[in-house]
């Protein structure tokens, strides 16, 4: 397969391809893009790439993680506040969506957005204005918005957590990004690269990977997709005394590994290995959502809320914070 660079993607996949070469042909248009895929595939390195080729690059590039957020700050954050809105306001602040006027403001992981500010972000899409809190008056903005999601938003809309509306508001340009795993040729191609940048980064002298290296790192399945994948090849950099990385040098995690050999079964849902491989790091972390969260890939929020949906399917996981 042909290796292309789009900017920092990098990818031999031709589905991947075709993802950033749609992505291109609509980095011109005003349209809002909607970005599925796992965390760590790369969305907001795609969505800068989508900016960076529009006509408001010239434009800082704007970006919030709606699930990094508290969400008691998130509607202050996005939408800005007067002076005297709150106690503490002391001066007015803009928010991230005055901030990207004539630029692209990016929306991660928007499916942690409360349904009471999924409302105001569709006024945002429709009137094209911002209401600061304790504002007498709306504040017009041209933003270009991209969000990004690693959940089933079309059915979060069916049950209820998901604004319809603001789905098809957002959905114009869908764009789904493929998990690592489905990438196969991906693996090799950009181990190497990261092996290249880690060398430099740290001023070791280590440049290739050795056969049985390959080999481990095409055997892993990669849950934390590319992000883990930089890790691992970072860590083997570092740990590596000569020119080659060998198979030792190769760390990956060994309790997620034995969890996902051990939860998967044929006949098994998407929805159900992923319940598993979440109760499973809970337990091998003794209930810490904190690194389960970092070893699953994902937010504490976003943790949280499958285990309230677990909870409320019948189950009874009392984990502790």
């Keep these: 397969m042909i290796k292309k660079e789009f900017g920092s993607l990098i990818t031999c996949d031709p589905q991947f391809q075709d993802v950033i070469e749609t992505a291109t042909n609509v980095a011109q248009s005003k349209a809002t893009i909607l970005i599925y895929g796992e965390s760590g595939t790369g969305k907001e390195l795609l969505a800068k790439y989508i900016h960076d080729r529009s006509p408001r690059s010239h434009r800082r590039f704007v970006a919030i993680n709606c699930a990094a957020v508290p969400e008691g700050l998130l509607e202050s954050e996005l939408f800005g506040y007067e002076r005297g809105a709150f106690t503490g306001a002391v001066q007015a602040k803009p928010g991230k969506f005055e901030r990207a006027n004539e630029s692209t403001i990016l929306l991660d992981e928007i499916s942690e957005m409360p349904l009471g500010l999924q409302a105001k972000l569709l006024r945002v899409l429709q009137q094209e204005e911002v209401d600061r809190l304790g504002g007498k008056t709306p504040v017009k903005v041209n933003i270009r918005i991209i969000a990004t999601t690693n959940r089933d938003l079309a059915a979060m809309v069916k049950d209820g957590k998901f604004r ?158």
């Excluded at 991906?186 to 181990?191: F, Q």
């Excluded at 095409?218 to 934390?224: C, E, L, M, S």
């Design 164 to 321: 319809e509306d603001l789905y098809y508001r957002i959905n114009v340009i869908p764009l789904r990004i493929p998990s690592l795993r489905e990438r196969q040729e991906d693996v090799i191609t950009l181990a190497e690269h990261f092996l290249r940048v880690s060398a430099i980064l740290n001023g070791r002298n280590v440049n290739r990977l050795s056969p049985g290296a390959v080999v481990k790192l095409k055997q892993w399945k990669w849950p934390g997709n590319v992000r883990e994948l930089e890790n691992v090849v970072e860590r083997a950099v570092l740990l590596c005394r000569g020119e080659e990385i060998r198979p030792d040098h190769i760390q990956v995690d060994a309790r997620l590994a034995s969890q996902v050999e051990s939860q998967i079964a044929v006949g098994m849902t998407i929805a159900e290995m992923e319940k598993n491989l979440i109760l499973k790091t809970l337990e091998q972390t003794r209930q810490n959502r904190t690194q389960a969260a970092r070893l699953l890939g994902i937010s504490i929020r976003t943790l949280r809320n499958k285990l309230n949906e677990y909870r409320q399917d019948g189950g009874n996981h009392e984990e502790s914070v």
